[in-house]
């Protein structure tokens, strides 16, 4: 049942037929045989139409669907709810619905205390050091964003003399990260103990306390600070604060400092698209290696070895990739892992001298050449 319009001749060429106009709803169900009725109109132009029709299926006992996209969502997922007794249609974005929330929650509480418990007498060794090691307070305390962008006090160990955020504006020439955030790899703010801290990630330890208290989960996107958050000039990068933060993430155990900003968000919405308790456990069980390495697993395939050193490296992949420029820069490539699809791994590295191509058979429906992120040494 359609009214005209020049799209029905397209219809009615593949042999399909109109019942009747959109007015004559009521007619066709008192004389047809109809078990159900699908709505598919533009409701913002034909509302009125369309809750005719309604009415009248309603009246009548027919099953009315309507079509869940309403509104031409690109990654949005339609749900239907209940709100205070009323029913709702939800558009949420990512995986995190239902009883594994839940659980997810319940694993946050109980692995974060038995960490504590496990950890208490590390805790006080390092409290004891820092104390010992530099003037200031044993633990930085910084307002992050959490949760809907929710702010919240993280604490960690202080790695840093007191008074380090005062002097970063002047250390922003040096900033090695890319987009918004700072990161220094050799920063000389940073004391002789809190390298060994950082080295091992134990400075993240008080965060345990800001998973008891919900402010952020095991594993998720890692809480960004307010001056990075206001740096952000993408709106879908924002969609990262929809989920709690975490302790770690595939950012932290895919490689961290070495991944550029387009790289880390990219990460951190496949996390949120894709995410189910099996990935947070294993996201959970790669960060201890991680940590036991002190780097993560992006590397630097054969520094000072040009393209031979990054066919080298390549050539444990056994086929999956393989170098096409002659250039003899040295790439940084990332391990393959089935977690993070390989595309979104390197399409964030586009423009750099050393090219990659992905066979389809790895990649499929992806752009045939991407490229990875030259080092610059």
């Not at 369309?50 to 339609?78: D, P, T």
């Not at 996390?271 to 201890?288: A, E, F, N, P, Q």
């Not at 390495?293 to 444990?316: E, I, M, N, T």
């Not at 389809?360 to 429906?365: D, F, K, Q, S, Y």
Request: glycine share 8%.
């Amino acid at each position: 049942m359609d009214d005209e319009w020049p799209g029905l001749a397209d219809f009615r060429a593949r042999g399909e037929r109109i019942l009747s106009g959109l007015g004559d709803v009521r007619t066709v169900l008192r004389t047809q045989v109809v078990d159900e009725v699908v709505i598919s109109v533009p409701l913002a132009s034909l509302y009125a139409q369309a809750s005719s029709i309604v009415a009248a299926c309603e009246e009548q006992g027919v099953i009315i669907r309507v079509l869940a996209n309403l509104f031409n969502l690109r990654v949005g997922r339609v749900v239907t709810d209940d709100l205070a007794g009323i029913p709702v249609t939800t558009v949420h974005t990512g995986a995190m619905r239902g009883w594994p929330i839940a659980i997810k929650r319940f694993l946050d509480v109980a692995i974060a205390a038995i960490l504590l418990t496990l950890s208490l007498p590390l805790l006080l060794f390092v409290a004891a050091a820092i104390k010992l090691s530099s003037p200031g307070p044993v633990l930085f305390v910084q307002e992050r964003i959490g949760l809907n962008k929710r702010r919240f006090r993280l604490y960690k160990f202080r790695t840093m003399v007191p008074g380090a955020e005062l002097e970063q504006a002047g250390l922003r020439h040096l900033n090695e990260a890319t987009g918004p955030v700072f990161k220094m790899r050799a920063d000389p703010r940073v004391t002789s103990v809190g390298r060994v801290l950082r080295r091992t990630s134990i400075d993240e330890l008080p965060q345990l306390f800001n998973v008891l208290t919900g402010d952020m989960s095991m594993v998720g996107p890692r809480p960004l600070p307010v001056r990075d958050y206001e740096g952000f000039d993408e709106d879908r990068h924002r969609r990262r604060f929809s989920v709690r933060p975490g302790l770690t993430c595939l950012w932290q155990v895919s490689g961290r400092h070495l991944i550029p900003f387009e790289g880390w968000m990219a990460l951190d919405l496949h996390y949120i698209d894709h995410w189910s308790l099996w990935l947070d456990i294993k996201t959970m069980l790669r960060t201890i290696p991680a940590v036991i390495r002190g780097v993560s697993r992006f590397r630097d395939p054969g520094r000072g070895q040009g393209l031979a050193g990054v066919r080298r490296y390549l050539g444990r992949w056994q086929g999956k990739l393989s170098v096409r420029s002659g250039t003899a820069r040295i790439g940084i490539v990332p391990d393959w892992d089935d977690d993070v699809p390989l595309v979104e791994h390197l399409a964030p590295f586009a423009g750099s001298q050393v090219q990659v191509t992905i066979p389809e058979r790895v990649a499929a429906g992806a752009t045939a050449t991407t490229a990875s992120r030259v080092a610059q040494r």
